[in-house]
Every structure is written in C-alpha cells, then in structure tokens.
C-alpha cells in the first residue's frame, strides 16, 4: 500500500505547482512596486499625494507696524530687535531660580499668606492649577470674600495634588499669570 502522500505521482504534481506559484508570486511581487502593509495603524493614515505649496505672505504685522509708527516710510529701524518688556515689579532671575526649582510641599499655614497676597486674577492662578472654571465659582460662591475663596482653591489644591503640590510648581503658575507679591511670600 502506498501512502498519499508518498506516491510519486503527487509528489511530481506538488513540486510543478509550488512552481508555478512561485511563479506567479515573483510576477506579482514585480508587478507590484512600493507596496506597503499597514497592520494595526495606531491613527489616521493618509494615503493620497501631498502636495507643499509656498506662496509666501503679501502683507506681514512688520509691515503694518512700520506704516503706523514709521511715517517717513523709512523701515531700517523696524528691522533692529525690541528688548522684552520687563514689569518693575518682576522678581529677579537671581530670586526666582531657587523657587522654580524648590520640591519642598507647600505647608498649610504658608496658604493664608498666600491667599492674602493673590489678587483679582485668582481664577486665572487657579485654571492654571488645573481646576476647571465651575470649581472656581464654587470656591467664589461658597465664601464671603476673595482671599477666602484663594485660601480654599489653594487648600484644594494642596489636598488634591499631595506631594506634587510643590513650591516649584506654585512658583510656576504664579509667575505666568503675573502674580509677584504672591511668589515673594514663598520661600525655597
């Protein structure tokens, strides 16, 4: 008895087509040139030409600035770089270097000094410690004055965030919302 798969008939059978698909996939794979398989794409993938088009700007904010503030036209002295405007009331690099980068957790009794010392542009301070502006109402809502509600929001704060409520992070959100007499009650 032979075996099916040991009759020498098949076997030949078997080696002719494996040819011939071999073949035809070396065919194929000549055909098909810059194929690339995409398994499991993590987002959008754009499959169409792209085409980068510069045309280049008409009209620049230089150009208006010069008109307004130059009259004679003469535009050499709009192309010399403006210093950054500096507030008087800014700390010093010197005073804010230790602060930014102090770990050390705000203390609970440094809250009452702070809520003292941060002004009408608490909520922007508090959008910038990740409370959403509901949050901010209710701290508003909930108290009778505005170092009250600050004192709550910071207290939240400390609470909610534990041990990253640093020092430095504070620091951070206070000096981009402008708040210097509150920067100057911390210490590193």
Not at 138 to 148: H, N, P, R, Y
Not at 154 to 168: N, P
Not at 175 to 186: P, Q, S, T
Request: aromatic fraction near 8%; charged fraction near 20%; proline fraction near 5%.
């Amino acid at each position: 008895m032979i075996a099916l798969g040991q009759n020498p008939l098949s076997q030949s059978i078997k080696k002719a087509a494996n040819k011939n698909s071999s073949k035809e996939n070396n065919n194929r794979q000549n055909q098909i040139q810059n194929q690339i398989i995409i398994q499991n794409p993590p987002g959008i993938v754009h499959l169409g030409p792209t085409y980068n088009i510069s045309i280049g700007q008409a009209y620049t904010q230089v150009n208006a600035n010069a008109a307004v503030n130059n009259p004679s036209g003469n535009q050499a002295s709009t192309n010399e770089p403006k210093a950054a405007e500096v507030d008087d009331n800014t700390p010093s690099k010197e005073y804010m270097r230790p602060l930014w980068y102090s770990n050390r957790i705000i203390a609970g009794d440094e809250l009452l000094r702070l809520s003292k010392n941060i002004g009408s542009n608490w909520k922007s301070v508090g959008n910038g410690l990740k409370f959403n502006w509901a949050q901010l109402d209710g701290f508003e809502s909930d108290t009778k004055c505005l170092s009250d509600a600050v004192h709550r929001m910071l207290f939240r704060w400390l609470q909610w965030k534990d041990q990253k409520a640093t020092v430095g992070r504070l620091t951070k959100v206070l000096f981009n919302h402008k708040e210097y007499d509150a920067i100057r009650c911390l210490t590193p």
